[in-house]
């Protein structure tokens, strides 16, 4: 089992940065997969970016490639979203999820944080 707690979204301008933390319990965060996921009012939750289980590959959409980055800290059970450059369109609830393999699935996700907000205005 893993929980994991969400944390750093808020009210930013157009073209500033935010750092979300998503912070896990459980002795076994370094066998999952993590991902970031957003969902904006009236839309489904979309993939945004994950890393595997070393940290050393990273894959991310379309919408957010050059402008987020997503790390993790395997001594700390934290995974971490830079966002750079946020745009209006960036505006959404941001979930971080656990999975057993590397997937830009929604469904394939086991665990789920229970997000943080995250508004950009322009």
């Known amino acids: 089992q893993v929980q994991l707690v969400e944390s750093g979204g808020g009210l930013v301008q157009a073209g500033g940065s935010l750092r979300l933390s998503c912070a896990a319990s459980g002795r076994t965060f370094s066998s999952y997969a993590m991902g970031w996921f957003r969902q904006a009012p009236g839309k489904e939750r979309e993939f945004v970016a994950r890393v595997n289980w070393s940290g050393g590959g990273t894959y991310y959409a379309d919408s957010v490639k050059g402008r987020f980055t997503i790390s993790r800290d395997n001594a700390k059970n934290t995974v971490y979203l830079q966002m750079n450059s946020l ?5 959404a609830v941001y979930y971080c999820a656990a999975a057993n393999f590397d997937s830009i699935k929604r469904g394939e996700y086991t665990y789920w944080g229970k ?3 995250v508004t950009v205005s322009s």
């Open 87 to 91: 745009k209006p369109e960036d505006t």
């Open 115 to 117: 997000g943080t907000q």
